[in-house]
Structures are given as structure tokens and as C-alpha cells.
């Protein structure tokens, strides 16, 4: 059973900064792309940043050059760095990879309130 399981959430201060990470495991199929999204609550879920298979990478305008998306192939790890949080930022965080002959898959969330 192929899943994702995100970490590293947690209370942050604004202006704080916090790593998520998302594990892979139990897939023998390829990775084509990677992401993160967000959803806050009372909204929808929406785009954070991504990565492609070849590395490219893509963020939401919100993000202003403060998250960067990475991956490591080898540990089968995507992380999301994010620095200089808002409260607009609190949501809970999801993990998000698309497999060849699979589909999109999930994770189940972090957490990340940005508060005082």
C-alpha cells in the first residue's frame, strides 16, 4: 500500500520559520510530480508550491519567495521549508504525488497554526 505521511507542523510564531517534510513508502511506482497544498479553515484547499520530476518548481503567489519546495529521491522525501510565516499561513498542510498508472495520492495533513 503506497502511502504519504506528512511532519513537522507545529505552533510558529509569526515571522518563525518551520520544515515539513512528506515520506513516500510501500511504492513501486514513479513519482511523476510532488506538491504541497494548504487548507485553512473555512476555506478550500488550495496550491502551495510543487516539483516536477525533473526538478522544476512552482509556487503560489502568496508564498513570495518566503517556502521552497525540495525533494530528495534518494530518501523518497519532499520537504517544504517556510520562512518568515504569516498568521494567514495557519492550515493544514497536505502532501501530494502524482504516480504513473496510480493517480494522485494524499497525505492525511500537518498542522500549522502561526500565532503569538
Known amino acids: 500500500q503506497v502511502q504519504l505521511v506528512e511532519s513537522g507542523g507545529g505552533l510558529v510564531q509569526p515571522g518563525g520559520s518551520l520544515r515539513l517534510s512528506c515520506v513516500v513508502s510501500?511504492?513501486?511506482?514513479?513519482?511523476?510530480?510532488m506538491g504541497w497544498y494548504r487548507q485553512a479553515p473555512g476555506k478550500q484547499r488550495e496550491f502551495v508550491a510543487g516539483?516536477?520530476?525533473?526538478?522544476?518548481?512552482h509556487y503560489a503567489d502568496f508564498v513570495q519567495g518566503r517556502f521552497v519546495i525540495s525533494r530528495d529521491y534518494a530518501k523518497s522525501t519532499m520537504y517544504l521549508f517556510m520562512d518568515n510565516l504569516k498568521p494567514e499561513d495557519t492550515a493544514v498542510y497536505y502532501c501530494?504525488?502524482?504516480?504513473?498508472?496510480?493517480?494522485?495520492?494524499w497525505g492525511r495533513g500537518t498542522q500549522v497554526p502561526v500565532s503569538s
Open positions: 501530494n504525488a502524482g504516480f504513473t498508472n496510480l493517480g494522485d495520492l
Open positions: 510501500g511504492s513501486d511506482y514513479s513519482i511523476l510530480a
Open positions: 516539483i516536477e520530476s525533473g526538478g522544476d518548481t
